[in-house]
C-alpha cells in the first residue's frame, strides 16, 4: 500500500499549457518535500514545505502544502520541454527516513 | 557540490548471484539511503544508515543486506541475485538533524540499472 498517492500517473502536455500534480496521504507528515528526476539522473530536490497552508513558489512552479498536512500540489504555469521529468513527492513522518509518493511523468512537448 | 557517485551506472548479473553495490559520498553527511525504483511505484527505501556501522530496515528489506564500515561508503548487498530484483537502485545521503531545514535534503547519486537474468 502506497503511503503517498500522486496523481495523476503520466502527463503530456503542449509548451505553455499549465497544469497541477497532487500528492495525497492519509497520514501527516511533518514536512513534505517535491522532488524532479530528469533521465539518467537522481531526483533533485526543488522545495520542501514544512507549515500547514504553505505556499512557496519557485519560478513557474507554485507548490502548496495542505492545511492539514495530509496533502500537497505542484502547479506549473506555461509548461516548457525543461519541465520534462518525474515528479516525486515525499513526505516525512518522524522516521529518519522519507516516503516517496509513486511519481507523475510529466512530458511537455514542444 | 554534494556528489553522491554510485560505482556502476548499469550491472548484469545472474541469479542467484552474490552482487555488490557501492555507494560514496563526499559531504560528511551522517545518514545514507538505499532505495529501489520501479515504474508505478516510487521509490521505496530498502535500508538506511545514520552513523557508521548502524542501520536500519526500510520498507522492502528481504533478500538484501548493507554495510557500512566507514562514514562515507555505504554498500548494497544481494546475496543471491533473483529476477524480481531487477531494478534501478538509487543511493542518497544526508546530515542528520532532519528536522532542521534545510539539513533534510536528500542528495542521490545518478543510479545503478541491475539487471538480474
Known amino acids: 500500500t502506497q503511503l503517498l498517492e500522486q496523481s495523476p500517473q503520466f502527463l503530456s502536455i503542449q509548451e505553455g499549457e499549465n497544469l497541477t500534480v497532487y500528492c495525497n496521504s492519509s497520514s501527516v507528515f511533518s514536512s513534505l518535500q517535491w522532488y524532479r528526476q530528469e533521465p539518467g539522473e537522481g531526483p533533485v530536490l526543488l522545495v520542501t514545505?514544512?507549515?500547514?497552508?504553505e505556499v512557496k513558489k519557485l519560478k513557474r512552479l507554485t507548490f502548496q502544502f495542505g492545511d492539514a498536512r495530509k496533502d500537497s500540489s505542484l502547479h506549473i504555469t506555461a509548461a516548457q520541454p525543461g519541465d520534462t521529468g518525474l515528479y516525486l513527492c515525499?513526505?516525512?513522518?518522524?522516521?529518519?527516513?522519507?516516503?516517496f509518493g509513486s511519481g507523475t511523468r510529466l512530458q511537455v512537448q514542444p | 557540490d554534494v556528489k553522491v557517485t554510485q560505482s556502476s551506472r548499469y550491472l548484469v548479473k545472474r541469479t542467484g548471484e552474490k552482487v555488490f553495490l557501492e555507494c560514496v559520498q563526499d559531504?560528511?553527511?551522517?545518514?545514507m539511503f538505499w532505495y529501489r525504483q520501479d515504474p508505478g511505484l516510487g521509490l521505496r527505501l530498502i535500508y538506511f544508515?545514520?552513523?557508521?556501522?548502524?542501520?536500519e530496515k526500510g520498507d522492502i528489506p528481504e533478500g538484501y543486506s548493507v554495510s557500512r564500515e566507514k562514514k562515507e561508503r555505504f554498500s548494497l548487498i544481494l546475496e543471491s541475485a533473483s529476477t524480481n530484483q531487477t531494478s534501478m537502485y538509487l543511493c542518497?545521503?544526508?546530515?542528520?538533524?532532519?528536522?532542521?531545514?534545510?539539513?533534510?535534503?536528500?542528495?542521490f547519486g545518478a543510479g545503478t540499472r541491475l539487471s538480474v537474468l
Open positions: 542518497a545521503s544526508s546530515f542528520s538533524q532532519i528536522w532542521r531545514p534545510p539539513r533534510d535534503i536528500q542528495y
Open positions: 544508515s545514520y552513523d557508521v556501522k548502524m542501520k
Open positions: 559531504m560528511d553527511h551522517e545518514n
Open positions: 515525499a513526505g516525512r513522518t518522524g522516521r529518519r527516513a522519507l516516503t
Open positions: 514545505v514544512v507549515t500547514g497552508g
